[in-house]
């Protein structure tokens, strides 16, 4: 049995998990969530991804209300943070499912010490099948939602989200809808 000293596990069970061609296939939610207070908190669906049956997703709901759920976002705090440029990361890809009546703005959003930023919209076409997305999280590309200093938020990324808006918005815009994820990779 090997002994490990205690600040050293402190170490690794602070150090973010993001790295590069990391791929989440949503066998677990690791870590995805709206909010304590959602009435749809993000789920997973078994025999639902690209694949079908086997392939679980991530389905994040909105009920398009004023208050919790009413927007389209799940977050995570944990296995998508960390240094996005030091892993030579440029770009998440994605498999997504809108299977709602109305066409979906997808972007990312990024929180770090430089601010909130968002990826450019990615559309989903109401009721789509699946569709592969790429969206390129390159600190040039990404669009201020308060933030002042993309390369410092993508060095040291505290959260992901991903949202409905067709505007800049990091909170995201409210709908009735739900979005599918599947195969999401930092590439």
């Known amino acids: 049995m090997k002994i490990v000293p205690c600040f050293l596990l402190l170490t690794m069970s602070a150090h973010a998990a993001v790295s590069l061609n990391q791929l989440e296939t949503f066998a677990s939610l690791n870590g995805w969530e709206s909010g304590s207070q959602n009435p749809n908190p993000p789920s997973i669906l078994a025999d639902s991804g690209p694949l079908g049956p086997g392939d679980p997703t991530l389905r994040i709901t909105s009920n398009g209300g004023s208050g919790a759920g009413g927007k389209l ?46 990826t450019a919209v990615s559309p989903v076409a109401a009721f789509s099948g699946w569709s592969g997305v790429l969206f390129d999280v390159r600190p040039s590309a990404l669009i201020s939602a308060s933030g002042t200093n993309a390369a410092a938020t993508m060095a040291g990324v505290t959260e992901m989200r991903i949202l409905h808006s067709s505007a800049v918005s990091f909170t995201g815009a409210q709908i009735s809808s739900t979005l599918l994820v599947d195969n999401l990779r930092a590439v």
């Open 73 to 118: 976002i799940a977050f995570n705090q944990s296995a998508w943070s960390g240094d996005y440029l030091a892993e030579g990361i440029v770009a998440i890809s994605a498999s997504l499912r809108n299977s709602g009546s109305t066409t979906l703005s997808i972007r990312l959003g990024f929180d770090g010490p430089g601010g909130r930023f968002v």
